[in-house]
């Protein structure tokens, strides 16, 4: 079983994004029950640059990223340290 | 010392310009810039002045690390009763102004009084003096400079100035220094020309002199600059993707305004965002960034250049906004863009040049114009009366209007008292989104819930840069907070106001605490100023700062009740996203604010924390 979710990467990182996204956002299948941490492994995303993790707004801390289970329809966005003002 | 231990006093009544010696106990007490500068102002005028009338005064300060080795040390405070709110303003600059003003051996100028026809003030070295602006009144803040420049014959001559919207006292006009950087909020402009002011010029060559113990200064900068380096976030995000950053992020967790707050998240915010700006055009094929800069001394170099798309409406007959020029930040995209539903990159830019140009606050000015349009769709404004059709994500009304606003003409008049005048004139009071008068920032409060609190308190009114919680409930800075509860928040927002105002009242740039803390700056300070400069000092300091801005806004009659938001934020949940269904929880934490201030239920200091802190 497959599911559809967005995968987003942001800022420097839009640069592991594979081919076919729009902009910073690309629509994928993956397995029933894949992680946030698989996604990031998967895409080569160096571990400590992924910094802001949410998915569907929401951030997931580093602690949870290998039990999280992404669900159909979900957005994963990932940004590196950022800030602003 | 850090200081220059001279403060320069001029009446412009009086066409005069007076040295005196800095007061070195309220520097010891104040440290600078922000916090020295309100101590002057507050000591000085009746907290229930016009701010319009010549009663009032303005201050210009530098703090004691302007202009030294300190990295971003190019700060400078302009401090007055405000306009726009009728509270304490404070707006801080970057650029070269400030270490120019340091240069020339000044700690800070006091203007008081108002000139009987418009002038300038120069200042070379110890030197200061009133000149004729009546050649100068009328022109841009850009054509300003470049006329000083022209008859100084000194293309090193550093410029603060006011545009025509400053003269016209917009009640958000700013003053503009180094063409594209600004005191930008709280109306700081309109004060500056209500004195008949148009412009100081600074030229100083003195350099800096007398840091404490030198060794120790090097030593404490040159660390602080290699935190500054070491982080992710000041030594690669800021420098290549600038404030600008925020807009994806902000939209993705629901926090950003959209239509007047309406809506808290813009379907286009993505064509507005840093990351638009640094892909290239479909017209040119050039990318809408050019570089980034930075202001004086500083390591980290946020600022951004643009180049607006020569063909686009905006600019296609008008050659003299095709260079390269300041902008877009974010807080600007946000106002000009997000707020007004409007996703035109090159529209935004344009109406951010004429801000520039003119000498108007983005932010204050783009939450006007998306009242405006609000009162427009609600068929409460007409296309007669604002002289064209305004609806939200119209780019053509954005870039009409500020023009119209800038120059004073037709609607711009009324755009140019602020979101809360012109909705209280339509009889829509509820629909500006402003606290104390003074309109919000880009962050919406049903998604941030400590912002709502930060803002309801913001002593300058709704401001972010007075207690950015942001920095914790969304970007993990210092440790990550739920932006969705209002739990510990009250604490949260009290220890942001406290060291904030100490950051700005060294006289360096807030955006180095993304990796400073006070334990970075305490080094610096102390090495750089005579007396006791202990983390508990410091904690102290800006404790006290907040409190004397509090009591001067109390004198001026604002109570707890000023202390609020607009009802759509505590009454109309968020329609999607994250905060999907939550308003913003201000009675909650507000209660448990002024507990932790040590203030009474009404929001006043008490006796005992006044007496706690000097005050």
Known sequence: MTIRIAFKLFASLSDYLPDGHRGNRLELEVDEGTTVAEMIRRYNVPERSAHLVLVNGHFVPPSERARKRLAEGDELAIWPPIAGG | MGW???????????GTCTEEALNMQWADEYLGSRGLATKYLVSEIDPRVDPLSPDNKMIMATGPLTGTMASTGGRYTVVTKGPLTGAIACSNSGGFFGAEMKFAGWDMVIFEGKSAKPVWLYIENDKAELRDASGLWGRSCWETEEKIKEQLQDPLVRISSIGVSGENQVLYSCIVNDLHRAAGRSGVGAVMGSKNLKAVAIRGTKGVSGIKDFGAFLKATNDAKKVLADNAVTGQGLPKYGTQVLMNVINEIGALPTRNHRDVQFEDASKISAEAMHEKRAS???THLVTNAACFGCTIAC??????????????NSPKYWGASGGLEYEAAWALGAANGVGDLEALQYA????????????????????????????????????????????????????????????????????????????????????????????????????????????R??????????????????????????EGKPELVKAFQDATAVFDSAGICVFTSFAWTLADVQPQVAAACEGDWSMEKLNEVGERIWNMERMFNNAAGFTAKDDNLPPRLTQEPAKTGPAKGLVNGLAKMLPEYYQVRGWTPGGEPTAETRARLGL
Do not use: W
């Open chain 2, 461 to 486: 009114g709704a401001c972010h840069l007075r207690g950015y919680t942001v920095a914790s409930e969304v970007l993990g800075i210092p440790v990550k907070t739920d932006p969705l509860t209002t």
């Open chain 2, 303 to 316: 600022g951004r250049i643009s180049e607006i798309d020569k063909t686009h409406f905006t600019v296609k």
């Open chain 2, 284 to 286: 040119d094929g050039k």
């Open chain 2, 352 to 459: 951010n040049l004429i801000c520039n140009e003119q000498g108007m606050d983005p932010i204050s000015f783009g939450a006007t114009v998306g009242a405006a349009m609000e009162l427009y769709e609600l068929g409460i404004l007409t296309d007669e009366k604002i002289g064209m059709a305004a609806p939200f994500g119209s780019a053509e009304a954005l870039a009409k209007m500020v023009e119209m606003t800038a120059l004073g003409e037709g609607f711009g008049k009324e755009l140019g008292l602020g979101s809360k005048r012109l909705c209280e004139k339509y009889g829509r009071p509820e629909l500006s989104m402003s606290v104390k008068g003074q309109e919000f920032p880009a962050y919406d409060s049903r998604g941030i819930q400590g912002m709502g609190l930060a803002y309801a308190t913001s002593n």
């Open chain 2, 4 to 14: 220059n231990r001279k403060v320069l006093r001029v009446n412009l009544t009086a």
